[in-house]
């Protein structure tokens, strides 16, 4: 099956540093998401993103379907931008269910 | 609209009990999706129904099973707990679970088997 892969798996930075985490997935996708875990496990949804870029606030995600990658771009950080960062994809065959990175954990120090 | 909703949020049993979680999906919406997170495992897929329809399943043992009602609403069900059941369920959201839909996660269920 799809092997998804998430790095770096941990990262520290401080209040207002910029950063990149970056999501590889084996096979073609057609659906790929971006989530954030927060301290009480909720995933919360950042970004539907199976090709192109998009961009919320100090977030914005960019996937290149035909490489294979998806990178998530966090700036300006903010202490609550901590927790655990998520990627998951889908094929076309797999309907509804999402094949998950093992997470990237950021700790944002003030 | 209402986010994805799910019962209970905390839960203690013991090994040998069964327990069954339930999921309310946000309205209309027609695909509830289960997955289990542990720390050694990560997010792990369960099961997916559409329309009261089993659609897809993950590798997992018969103890765990679900289904889902007329209105959309899922329950899942694991029965003779084992410790290594100990984790946090979550269910997923989407229109039709298709390759273009967004999914949507409930807070959770976290399960404590002693």
């Known amino acids: 099956g799809i092997q998804v892969e998430q790095s770096p798996p941990d990262l520290i930075l401080q209040e207002g540093a910029n950063s990149t985490l970056r999501c590889n997935f084996s096979d073609s996708v057609n659906n790929l998401q971006w989530f954030h875990q927060n301290p009480w496990g909720q995933l919360i949804n950042l970004f539907y993103?199976?090709?192109g870029t998009k961009q919320n606030g100090r977030l914005s995600a960019t996937t290149v379907a035909t490489e294979r990658y998806s990178l998530l771009y966090i700036s300006s950080s903010q202490t609550t931008d901590s927790g655990v960062y998520f990627c998951?994809?889908?094929?076309?065959?797999?309907?509804?269910?999402?094949?998950f990175g093992q997470g990237t954990e950021l700790s944002v120090k003030p | 609209k209402a986010g994805v909703t799910q019962t209970p949020r905390y839960l203690i049993k013991t090994r040998g009990q069964q327990v069954t979680l339930s999921c309310s999906p946000i309205?209309?919406?027609?695909?509830v999706s289960w997955y289990q997170q542990t720390p050694g495992q990560g997010l792990q897929f369960l099961f997916e129904?559409?329309?009261?329809?089993?659609?897809n399943k993950g590798n997992f043992p018969g103890r765990f099973s679900g289904r889902q009602f007329s209105n959309s609403r899922s329950e899942m069900n694991v029965s003779t707990l084992e410790l290594g059941d100990s984790a946090l369920y979550l269910c997923?959201?989407?229109?039709?679970?298709?390759?273009?839909?967004?999914?949507?996660f409930g807070p959770g269920t976290r399960l404590t088997v002693l």
């Open positions: 998951a994809v889908l094929t076309y065959n797999q309907g509804g269910k999402l094949i």
């Open positions: 993103i199976p090709s």
């Open positions: 129904y559409f329309s009261e329809t089993q659609r």
């Open positions: 997923a959201s989407s229109e039709a679970g298709g390759p273009g839909d967004t999914q949507y």
């Open positions: 309205s209309g919406h027609r695909s």
